[in-house]
């Protein structure tokens, strides 16, 4: 397997794909967590915005998009955002890739640790996060909502 990591920059034209990628990714979800992933709100030009906004790469194999992650830099973290593979193509180290690929722009950036969110729902999500280092630091809630939606990971960088 050879994936090609490629930073998303100005000259990226293949944001539906990107969000057929990511919707794909997260269709497991539909009917398990709420509120419904964001990812429904996504169209190619709010992703094309997001990714001038933040630090996006896309995973390729053989020429085709098969996942993604944004990156936001935050005070002292780095936030993983739409980290997404697309269903064909998990259980080949695409997920473990992208996060080497969030821990070196951290570095980079001079950033101890990488933070992301994922649903209180997606117990799955939990065990798989922890087995790449990332420990609970929060419990956080959607607007309108009186219950944890979400859990916050952290993941200190040596």
């Known amino acids: 397997m ?3 990591m490629l930073r998303i920059g100005a000259d990226f034209d293949r944001y539906e794909e990107l969000l057929d990628v ?15 992933s964001s990812a429904h709100r996504l169209t190619p030009a709010s992703l094309r915005q997001k990714a ?9 194999e053989k020429g085709q998009l098969v996942g993604c992650i944004f990156l936001k830099p935050e005070e002292a973290t780095l936030y993983i955002g739409k980290l997404a593979v697309h269903p064909a193509a998990q259980g080949k180290g695409i997920g473990r890739l992208m996060l080497a690929r969030a821990e070196a722009t951290a570095r980079e950036l001079g950033l101890a640790c990488l933070r992301l969110e994922t649903r209180v729902e997606l ?3 939990h065990r798989m996060f922890a087995a790449w280092g990332f ?14 939606t979400s859990i916050e990971m952290r993941k200190p960088l040596d």
Do not use: C, K, S
């Not at 001038?52 to 390729?60: G, L, R, T």
């Open 2 to 4: 050879t994936i090609e």
């Open 22 to 36: 990511i919707l794909a990714a997260f269709a497991f979800m539909d009917g398990r967590i709420d509120p419904p």
């Open 52 to 60: 001038a906004q933040e630090i996006a790469f896309a995973a390729v």
């Open 123 to 125: 117990t799955e999500n």
């Open 135 to 148: 420990g609970r630091a929060a419990e956080n809630r959607h607007a309108g909502y009186d219950r944890t």
